[in-house]
């Protein structure tokens, strides 16, 4: 299940690099999406929506990326449902650096061609 948790630290390096496009790819291809980040009015449904609420992040003065470091995963028939801890970091525009805790949370669905893709997603910031 390497496959799985590698797409926990494939989303966060398109949200390090700001890209709408590289993080939409990390989903299923169709309209049956979610997105959900840690703070309130961070929800969207449907790739128009997600796109518009990523495109809203990542145009915020920081930039925000996680690494997982450990995980649970759920084997589901064609998908996998995962619960990862991750160190998240938050590059501010100034250059300084700051970690904080995450958590991402979703399900996966497995591609006939053996690709894993969000089909929704959650992150989270335990305190």
């Not at 990523?54 to 003065?61: K, Q």
């Not at 997982?68 to 449902?81: C, D, E, I, K, N």
Request: proline letters at 5%.
């Amino acid at each position: 299940m390497s496959d799985v948790v590698e797409m926990v630290d494939r989303l966060g390096r398109a949200f390090l690099a700001r890209d709408v496009e590289a993080a939409l790819a990390c989903f299923v291809p169709d309209d049956d999406i979610t997105y959900a980040g840690s703070e309130a009015g961070e929800s969207a449904t449907g790739r128009e929506e997600v796109r518009t609420l990523l495109s809203g992040l990542f145009a915020r003065p920081a930039a925000y990326t996680w690494q997982a470091t450990s995980a649970t995963v759920h084997s589901l028939p064609g998908g996998a449902f995962v619960i990862a801890e991750a160190d998240g970091v938050q590059h501010a525009a100034d250059g300084t650096v700051e970690p904080f805790p995450y958590r991402i949370t979703g399900l996966l669905s497995r591609r006939s061609s053996g690709a894993w893709l969000w089909r929704a997603v959650q992150g989270s910031e335990p305190t």
